[in-house]
């Protein structure tokens, strides 16, 4: 028993160890958006094939010296001088790349982020085969950054929950041109990914709240006779974020929501009202209702314990709920 648990113990602790290393050294690099790969943080390594080419070139020399072989030598060398050739020109072709991160869109849980990835190269020769990947995830994109051009890279990642996440440490490499040696380099984002909870997929309706104020004078407003409810020609003085942008493009004539009749179906949304006990579950069902209220144009505040937004419609007003949600 203590024979075969020995081993298991063994491997254990070495991934232990491995993983606080690379810890330790990831912690290290400095977080930042924009990368130039210099001598400082580029580095090489032979491959497995350059390990073998070694071993043979080792095994050609001893033949070589053992019988005197004059081809043998010349072959050694060349052979030898190739690769020394190839490792300047594999450490050259990742030096002086910069990597430029865009910063990614908010998505919501379950959804892949898309992370772009700008590689700039300054020189007059041009960089084949650069890969990048998500350094955990090692799923390579091959890219070709032409002379003192441009290439841009989408790597994808699966973030773990809602909230603020930092973006995961990526990696940039090459193999080019014999593959004998790995000329790699790290770098960790300063960029942060916001996740917002998984929308319900079939939420109830939204919960009706009785009519304010203003909702009691809106049901004394007369509309204008072919104007739908919500809808009216445009006034000199209402605000752009009320215009029906859509309606515009398609007719040509300015129409603006009835502010009036938006306060009329103006709703607050809350935890309480999901009838719902696990929180993640609550917060799924309250970013379904911020969609639907979005969609069909309502006024709509959000109510998360101390925190209070109050009501209002639109691209930044749905943003700020969103966010409240991601980070409850």
């Known amino acids: 028993m ?5 081993p298991s113990v063994f491997h254990h602790l070495m991934r232990a160890a491995r993983a606080a290393l690379a810890q330790w050294w990831q912690a290290r690099l ?6 130039t790969l210099t001598q400082r943080n580029v580095y090489i390594l032979p491959t497995g094939a350059g390990w073998m080419l070694a071993v043979t070139l080792l095994v050609l020399l001893i033949a070589s010296i053992n019988y005197q072989l004059n081809l043998g030598y010349l072959l050694t060398f060349l052979l030898g001088g190739s690769a020394l050739v190839a490792m300047h020109v594999s450490h050259a072709n990742l030096r002086g790349i910069t990597l430029t991160l865009i910063a990614p869109e908010p998505v919501f849980m379950g959804a892949k ?17 650069i890969a990048l990947c998500v350094h955990a995830a090692q799923q390579w994109v091959f890219t070709d950054v032409t002379a003192t051009g441009t290439a841009h890279v989408q790597l994808g990642w699966h973030a773990s929950s ?6 995961p440490m990526l990696s940039a490499q090459t193999l080019f041109p014999l593959g004998s040696f790995r000329v790699w380099a790290l770098w960790r984002p300063a960029a ?11 939420p109830p309706p939204l919960p009706m709240l009785p009519a304010n104020a203003a909702g009691a ?7 204008r006779p072919g104007e739908p409810d919500g809808v009216r020609a445009y006034r000199r003085g209402d605000p752009f974020k009320y215009l029906l942008w859509k309606k515009v493009a398609k007719t040509g004539e300015l129409i ?7 306060q009329q179906r103006a709703v607050w949304l809350e935890r309480s009202q999901t009838g719902l006990g696990h929180p993640e579950q609550q917060l799924s069902r309250l970013c379904a209702w911020v969609l639907q209220a979005d969609r069909q144009g309502w006024r709509f505040g959000l109510k998360l314990g101390a925190q209070e937004i109050a009501p209002d419609c639109g691209a930044p007003h749905l943003q700020r709920c969103l966010r409240a949600l991601a980070l409850a």
């Open 2 to 6: 203590k024979t075969s648990a020995s």
């Open 30 to 35: 400095p977080q930042t958006d924009r990368l």
């Open 113 to 129: 982020a898309i992370i772009d990835v700008s590689l700039h190269n300054p020189r007059r020769q041009p960089r084949p085969a």
């Open 162 to 167: 809602r909230g603020l996440h930092p973006l």
């Open 192 to 202: 942060q990914l916001l996740v917002y909870p998984t929308p319900e997929a079939k």
């Open 217 to 223: 004078q809106a049901q004394q407003a007369v509309s």
């Open 256 to 262: 603006s929501r009835d502010q009036v009749q938006l």
